[in-house]
């Protein structure tokens, strides 16, 4: 089944993500991003607060709600992790001077897309990126996946070899 051209679109703005992570000789480099539909209802209620996806889009697919890469935020953080932290906190901001729709309820309208399976384990402690997305009831995770894209085209994408794409 041919993919879904959004789908490749906010998959190659979540590969764009990557290039933004710290260097690590021990952990993958992950970007990710929660788009919230343009056909959920609290769109338009959010529309002028967040970016649209694709931007500058008069009829655009979504919203970024958030987005997310590996170390983003100080420590041995994980891309999804982030997103999550990083719609948290400018949510936290815009509802101090603005009447949105909780941050709770936007969640459970939107949609991750990871560059990797999100972990189900930290060896670092804390919650998993699986957890933190199964408690924030984001509905929908979209990974890439190996039958749709071939090492050759992550390689071209991510500009590393896809055998060392752990130190990429
Ligand atoms: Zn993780």
Do not use: W
Request: with cysteine; aromatic share 6%; hydrophobic share 35%.
């Amino acid at each position: 089944m041919a993919a879904d051209p959004l789908h490749i679109a906010i998959m190659r703005h979540c590969l764009q993500l990557t290039l933004s992570c710290p260097i690590s000789q021990t952990a993958f480099c992950v970007g990710s991003t929660l788009l919230l539909s343009a056909s959920s209802p609290l769109f338009p209620s959010l529309r002028s607060h967040y970016p649209t996806f694709p931007p500058d889009d008069p009829n655009p697919a979504g919203l970024i709600l958030g987005d997310g890469y590996s170390r983003q935020i100080p420590g041995n953080t994980h891309a999804e992790a982030n997103a999550l932290a990083n719609f948290r906190s400018r949510h936290a901001e815009l509802s101090s001077s603005t009447e949105l729709p909780s941050a709770g309820n936007a969640l459970k309208e939107a949609e991750c897309y990871a560059t990797m399976e999100p972990c189900s384990v930290r060896t670092s402690g804390g919650p998993s990126c699986a957890v933190e997305l199964v408690r924030a009831k984001v509905r929908t995770v979209y990974l890439v996946s190996l039958h749709s894209f071939s090492p050759r085209y992550l390689e071209r994408e991510c500009q590393c070899s896809y055998e060392n794409h752990d130190q990429c």
